[in-house]
Nanobody, 124 residues
Framework: QVQLVESGGGLVQAGGSLRLSCAAS????????LGWFRQAPGKEREFVAA????????LYADPVKGRFTISRDSAKNTVYLQLNSLKAEDTAVYYC?????????????????WGQGTQVTVSS
């Protein structure tokens, strides 16, 4: 049974930082990409970042490029999302997802397991 459990969300002032973690279990995660998506109130879920199975290649959405960094620790089966220079528009529930294949993707259709989400709130 595949499980993804996010943590690290919270309330932070604009310009601040947070580090999200996602602990994964139930499959050989070095074979699969991991990604982060987010959903703000009243908006559709959107892609944030993805990393391939070995952690050698990353993909970012334009709004977060240069501010967010995705990484993974294969020994711990954990993926991280470092959020820097946070803005009010980054406020959302952030979801971790496991890909159906090795390479990262910006499409939610390419992910088959999802975590429950962690709230990030940025005050301006």
């Amino acid at each position: 049974q595949v499980q993804l459990v996010e943590s690290g969300g919270g309330l932070v002032q604009a310009g601040g930082s947070l580090r999200l973690s996602c602990a994964a279990s139930g499959r050989t995660f070095s074979l699969y990409a991991l990604g982060w998506f987010r959903q703000a109130p009243g908006k559709e879920r959107e892609f944030v970042a993805a990393i391939n199975g070995r952690g050698s290649s990353t993909l970012y959405a334009d709004p977060v490029k240069g501010r967010f960094t995705i990484s993974r620790d294969s020994a711990k089966n954990t993926v991280y999302l470092q959020l820097n220079s946070l803005k009010a528009e980054d406020t959302a529930v952030y979801y971790c997802a496991s890909g159906i294949g090795y390479f990262g993707s910006a499409s939610s259709r390419d992910y088959d397991y999802w975590g429950q989400g962690t709230q990030v709130t940025v005050s301006s």
